[in-house]
């Protein structure tokens, strides 16, 4: 019987999926820091595995760290999110976060949004040392869980991290708005809303 449910954090509890390119990239230009693209998902690939602080991060982008909150408030959670968490919460499911993240960027955006009431535990990337779609922060996850991965469900919105899961024996769900290109998708549950997750859940 299912009773975890894993959601990823960007494409899934925040609206927002690619977040360095979508977000960061152009949050940095506008604020005067170095227009290299490349640089930037390096820097932030680097410091989402914990090799650096946040702060060491911005100082490397060319601003100040103190620009680090403004930023954090283009982030919003997506439609639905906080009444499917409530929804699960009363129907007894044990909620877990997993991400790819800068540890820092993470523990202020949940605190922002009270998620915390919500989620039971976060095992995030610059934390753990390790990012999706490697196996080792899968392993981290499995290690909190009260349950093998064959009774807990891994909801993302990129397939190579579905498809990772589902190796490890989760059930997974990929979260994809309406328009996504879902060619490859057929070997996971496909849900467009929150809504579509509830009712993928009561069924089982």
């Avoid at 449910?5 to 949050?27: E, K, Q, T």
């Avoid at 999110?81 to 523990?107: P, R």
């Amino acid at each position: 019987m299912l009773r975890i449910l894993v959601l990823d954090a960007m494409g899934v509890i925040y609206s927002i999926g690619n977040d360095d390119r979508d977000l960061l990239c152009p949050f940095i230009e506008e604020k005067g820091g170095t227009k290299d693209v490349s640089e930037i998902e390096r820097l932030y690939h680097s410091t989402s595995l914990g090799n650096m602080s946040s702060a060491e991060f911005w100082e490397a982008v060319g601003l100040k760290p103190g620009l680090e909150d403004e930023y954090l408030q283009r982030y919003e959670l997506t439609d639905g999110l906080t009444d499917f968490l409530e929804a699960v919460n009363s129907q007894g499911y044990e909620v877990w976060c997993l991400s790819n993240d800068i540890s820092e960027w993470s523990k202020k955006l949940r605190a922002r949004f009270g998620l915390d009431r919500y989620i039971r535990g976060f095992v995030i990337s610059g934390d753990a040392g390790a990012r999706k779609p490697e196996q080792a922060i899968f392993d981290h996850l499995i290690s909190q869980l009260t349950v093998s991965p064959h009774d807990a469900v891994f909801v993302d919105d990129q397939l190579r991290n579905l498809d990772a899961a589902a190796a490890l024996g989760f059930n997974t769900i990929l979260f994809a708005p309406a328009g996504q290109d879902l060619t490859n998708s057929k070997k996971h549950v496909v849900a467009t809303n929150f809504a579509d997750v509830l009712r993928w859940l009561h069924s089982r």
